[in-house]
């Protein structure tokens, strides 16, 4: 890894350093609280009652025997939402509870409060629903098409966008082509969904603890739903277990609410991993065409494509997810003319959303296996069709947009490259089966192994698109020498609470920073996604520190009769350019009380017009993968032997948490390529278990090699650039670049199973 | 809801005996799954962890058997003596979820699931192993294969204990081996036990999650007895792919969410053939 200097002196736990967690000491011995932790004295447990159908009609609905059950104190259904019945990030097309139809197999119904979790599921026993079973919608072709009457009345189309650029007459002179396929894959946190609301005394607002991505989202959509003023829905951060984008959509938080507010007690829900799988929004099942015309030395002409993706019943983030998807068809390639055609559709499959990558994981590994076969068409090895396409800084891209970022794509490529390869001989060590395809099962022996290497690069933007304006909010005191800061920065894992003091300790010069409580007490932050909050609550806190920093070196200034515009603060001591003085800031801040809130904005973006084109996208990051795997041919089994990765960070603020990020982006890329796939058959969920839902283990994950690379991105207020999610993107297609040079088949679907290998 | 924690055979048996509809509760590394998803309703529960004669196991060198208690548990059965008495048993053994679940998970709880995928019944069924049971009506032994019925199914009669299971220590190679997705905490989507008695000239293969009970397939083990020679380790290559093909053909396979018949009975041959050459390095 890259050294990194510490530029603004020595201050102890400053940025550059790995600092570790303050919640990290909790964590390792179990005493962290996180949200499923919370409770109340008199709590009532929640329950929901959810749909066994893809689709059907409620044609009955009872709720009186429930209420009749000793211990229930509340049954609630659609007819008890005293404010707007749906919900939703971007269009509120989804019932708080399903009223005249159910459009997905766990789609809530009604809920239940009770003094146990047995009395609660009792109760949902006890509630009568008699449902007219509809055919339901489970291909998005059937949807796309138009030959299916709407299943919403918002209709079957989501979103459709095209992006026509340039010459569309352009055809090879070598062609390659092919269909992408990519499973439902779920982020598979381990702190399942719960929260505690509890009511105000006079009844007339709650506050809920819950573990969320965005507070100020959630308390918006959930105060429109109770009909509550959003002040009247205070919400504060319950410790998250993982988030990966399925926390983005509201879960459980209006039902806990109401059911606190109808009740008058605390009420917590609780899901289990089965209610999980089913209660919140996955990855974008999704289909990809793409058709690549190039020169014959491997040079890109023109780009045609062809996205499906599969939003499921309600429409979530799926409009925002097919334009990332397909505003990232080029990959970090130059190309001037392209024909792109997007869709995002209604299914009556489970709901998809927000996970790690956001549509670009869709794009990548469509982009990467055409880059492999222009590279196989042109005689060329994969690096080389890739350096000879790598996009730079001031490039178009294919929706008019320039690359104003730092685009190292070259040198990421050369660093990638140039990672040692495993030492391990092909098969692993001699007799050690944990090395070796099929692992503890003693299915292989070396002989059976054949090894491959496949690599693979991406682009992501970063910071929400298309208009949104996603900023942050931080507040500073400085109070007596002490530190405090607040915001409602989302804390899922990623590390920001470590963040958030490195960087006021180095602006200000002082080791003691306290975090206060993360909740809607403060403006909001946005959202933790689209790897913004380094960028974005970074750039809040370090405003908000840099004003306060002015505040004191002005005290200070008066105080010594010397001009403030001298004063800086040097590691933990405040200095002049003169030479002549130098206090330690702890002293000079003693008695000092110093507030102040700043909110940081990135540029405005735009809209995409009619044919695709706008400058839609906030700023870019790039990363390249290379996997070796090796592969038992006959058996179709799959060891990832190593993962190298050089990724584009702008700046390393904090080395320990960028490779947390690092490795793990890459373990849930490699599950994406070869394991994790969340099953249905007409609208069947199959697989709604940790037992069949297989998540990669120590043994499945390879040691990782890193090459960081730092060129101080000048539009990010730190330098950095959000380092979570293209650890995730690449990784996938790279694994499968390796697999395919080990078989030599196509492989055109992830996750890649063992048949597809061997049969 | 009662739990008891009986330390002795007598009294878990009495207990057991008394309230036959209770649960018995041994690693629990099934039972509380079936719990927490709710697929399994439970009132009363008698532990048997703590029962010492269950918790045992003993090597008879005259009539070289091996008696292993139910709550023994698979992190003994994966190490030494059992690596070397019953190597397919210790390998399967070895193949069960992660350290957490093998020193918790026991033979017997393996036994009274009676999954088709649990990897513990191939060898036994390839080990002809005997169960032993106790219960109101007292005591009685059956050989495996009439011990297990169907999918998750099996002879232990409401209020009986399984207390033990005993195996031949047999002179001869064997060995398990299993497929699945993942590269340990895995469901077998196949296993295969391989079992040779070198002094009667005997072999037997078993096959896990290939059908609705643990599947013996007498055409295969009948090409290999017939053509390997134990002495010197050899078995042709021709004879070999025919007792895959037959292991193949012995498979009653389903499609479901973890693999599909095809590529079942696929890894079925592949890993009988790794097996036999294993045991039989020379061709
Ligand atoms: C994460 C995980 C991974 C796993 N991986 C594997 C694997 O790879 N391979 C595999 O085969 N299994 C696996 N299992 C299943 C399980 O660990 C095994 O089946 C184990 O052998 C069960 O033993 P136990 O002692 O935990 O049984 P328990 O859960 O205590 O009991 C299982 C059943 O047997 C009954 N029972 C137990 N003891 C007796 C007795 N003495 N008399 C009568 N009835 C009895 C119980 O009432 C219950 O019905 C896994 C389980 C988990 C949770």
Redesign the interface.
């Known amino acids: 890894m890259t050294a990194t200097t510490v530029t603004a002196g020595t201050v102890r736990g400053g940025l550059g350093q790995s600092v570790v967690r303050p919640d990290g000491t909790a964590k390792v011995q179990g005493s962290f609280q996180f949200s499923s932790d919370y409770t109340a004295d008199d709590a009532l447990w929640g329950a929901t009652l959810r749909s066994p159908h893809p689709f059907a009609r409620i044609v009955r609905l009872d709720v009186s025997a429930a209420l009749r059950v000793p211990g229930v104190a509340a049954v609630i259904t659609a007819a008890d939402v005293p404010g707007v019945p749906t919900y939703g990030l971007i269009s509120q097309d989804q019932p708080v509870f399903a009223s005249d139809v159910v459009r997905f197999v766990g789609e809530p119904v009604a809920a239940v409060a009770a003094d146990h979790p047995a009395t609660c599921?009792q109760a949902l026993q006890a509630i009568v629903v008699e449902y007219e079973v509809l055919e339901p919608l489970t291909d998005p072709e059937r949807a796309v098409d138009g030959s299916v009457p709407p299943i919403h009345p918002d209709g079957n189309v989501i979103r459709h966008q095209r992006i026509v650029r340039g010459d569309q007459t352009i055809e090879g002179p070598v062609t390659v082509e092919g269909t992408y396929e990519l499973g439902r894959q779920d982020q598979a946190f381990l702190g399942l969904e719960a929260a505690l609301a509890v009511p105000d005394h006079d009844g007339g607002g709650v506050e809920l603890v819950v573990a969320t991505q965005w507070l100020h989202e959630d308390q918006k959509q959930i105060a429109a739903c109770l009909a509550l003023p959003a002040e009247k829905v205070r919400l504060a951060l319950g410790g998250v277990g993982g988030a990966f984008g399925a926390r983005e959509d509201i879960s459980l938080q209006v039902h806990t609410c109401l059911l606190a507010l109808r009740t008058g007690r605390p009420v917590r829900i609780a899901y289990?991993r089965?209610e999980s799988f089913l209660g919140h929004v996955h990855r974008h099942p999704c289909t990809v065409w793409m058709r690549h015309h190039a020169d014959h030395d491997g040079r890109i002409r023109r780009i045609e494509a062809r996205f499906v993706f599969d939003g499921g019943a309600y429409a979530s983030t799926s409009s925002a997810v097919l334009i990332n998807g397909i505003t990232h068809t080029q990959g970090p390639y130059a190309c001037e003319n392209a024909t792109v055609d997007g869709w995002a559709v209604r299914t009556n499959n489970l709901p998809s959303g927000a996970m790690r990558g956001f549509g670009v994981v869709q794009a990548c590994f469509a982009h990467e296996s055409q880059m492999d076969k222009l590279a196989a068409a042109c005689g060329l090895e994969p690096l080389e069709v890739r350096l000879r396409n790598a996009m730079h800084t001031g490039d178009r891209l294919i929706t008019g947009q320039v690359v104003e970022n730092v685009a190292p794509v070259e040198r990421i490529i050369h660093e990638v490259a140039a990672l040692p390869l495993p030492d391990e001989p092909v098969g692993g060590h001699d007799g050690d089966i944990?090395r070796l395809?099929?692992?503890?099962?003693?299915?292989?022996?070396a002989a059976?192994v054949r090894r491959g290497i496949g690599y693979a690069v991406s682009i992501k933007n970063l910071m929400y698109s298309e208009g949104f304006d996603d900023y942050s909010t931080a507040r500073v005191r400085l109070v007596d020498g002490t530190v405090h800061v607040k915001f409602a920065t989302v804390e899922v894992g990623q590390g920001f609470v470590t963040l958030a003091q490195q960087i006021a300790r180095t602006e200000l010069g002082i080791e003691d920073v306290v975090l206060d409580r993360i909740d809607t007490g403060v403006g909001s932050a946005g959202s933790t996604s689209a790897s913004r909050q380094t960028w974005m609550s970074g750039g809040a806190v370090l405003g908000a520190c840099r004003l306060v920093r002015d505040r004191l070196l002005a005290l200070v200034a008066d105080r010594e009769g010397m001009d403030a515009a001298a004063l800086t603060i040097d590691g933990a001591e405040i200095v002049d350019s003169g030479g002549l003085l130098r206090i330690p800031v702890a002293v000079a801040a003693a008695g000092v009380d110093i507030d102040e809130t700043f909110e940081h904005h990135h540029p405005a973006t735009e809209d995409l017009d009619e044919l695709g084109q706008g400058n839609c996208h906030t700023a870019f990051a790039f990363c390249a993968h290379r996997a070796v795997v090796d592969v038992d041919t006959?058996?179709?089994?799959v060891?990832v032997v190593q993962i190298a990765t050089s990724q584009d960070v702008g700046r390393v603020l904090n080395p320990l948490s960028v490779l947390g990020q690092v490795e793990g982006g890459i373990a849930q890329g490699l599950g994406l390529a070869?394991?994790e796939e969340l099953?249905q058959?007409g609208g069947i969920v199959?697989?709604p278990?940790f037992?069949?839902y297989?998540l990669?283990?120590?043994?499945?994950m390879p040691p990782v090699v890193v090459s960081l690379v730092e060129e101080p991105e000048p539009h990010s207020p730190l330098g950095a650039k959000g380092v979570g999610e293209p650890p995730t993107i690449s990784s996938t297609p790279a694994v499968v670049a390796a697999i395919r040079d080990a078989v030599g088949r196509e492989l055109p679907r992830v996750p890649v199973?063992?048949?597809d290998i061997?049969? | 809801m009662s739990v008891l924690v009986p330390t002795s055979l007598d009294a878990a048996r009495d207990a057991l005996s008394a309230n036959p509809s209770a649960t018995v509760l041994a690693g629990g590394t099934d039972l509380m799954?079936e719990v927490?998803?709710?697929r399994r309703e439970v009132v009363d529960v008698i532990a048997v962890d703590r029962v010492a004669e269950l918790r045992a196991w003993s090597h008879d060198p005259v009539s070289r058997t091996l008696t292993i208690g139910a709550a023994v548990t698979w992190s003994e059965i994966e190490d030494a003596p059992f690596l070397a008495w019953v190597p397919s048993l210790a390998?399967a053994a070895?193949?069960v979820g992660?350290p957490q679940i093998r020193h918790a998970g026991t033979i017997g709880g393996n036994l009274g699931t009676c999954s088709p995928a649990g990897d513990g019944l191939p060898p036994l069924s390839a080990l002809e192993a005997v169960v032993h049971l106790t219960g109101p009506g007292g005591e009685r032994s059956l050989p495996f294969a009439e011990f297990m019925t169907g999918p998750k199914r099996n002879a232990r009669a409401a209020g009986e204990l399984i207390t033990a299971v005993t195996v031949p220590v047999l002179r001869g190679p064997q060995?398990?081996?299993?497929?699945?997705?993942?590269?340990?905490?895995?469901?077998?989507t196949a296993g295969v036990a391989l079992v040779c008695d070198a002094d009667a000239g005997g072999v037997r293969l078993a096959l896990g999650s290939v059908g609705p009970v643990i599947l013996r397939c007498p055409e295969a083990e009948a090409i290999v007895a017939a053509e390997a020679d134990f002495a010197a380790g050899r078995l042709a290559e021709p004879a070999l792919r025919a007792a895959a093909e037959a292991a193949r053909a012995a498979a009653r396979p389903i499609d479901d969410?973890?693999?599909?018949a095809?590529?079942r009975r696929?890894?079925v041959g592949?890993?009988t053939a790794?097996l036999l050459r294993?045991a039989f390095p020379h061709d």
Request: proline content about 4%.
């Open positions: 599921r289990d089965h944990l395809p099929g692992g503890v099962g003693r299915t292989t022996d059976h006959e058996l179709g089994l060891k070869v394991m099953l058959d199959k697989n278990t037992t069949d297989l990669p283990t120590f043994l499945d199973r063992p048949a061997c049969l | 799954v927490n998803e709710r390998q070895r193949t992660s060995g398990y081996a299993k497929v699945g997705v993942r590269n340990a905490m895995v469901i077998a969410h973890r693999s599909t095809a590529y696929h890894a592949v890993l790794r294993r």
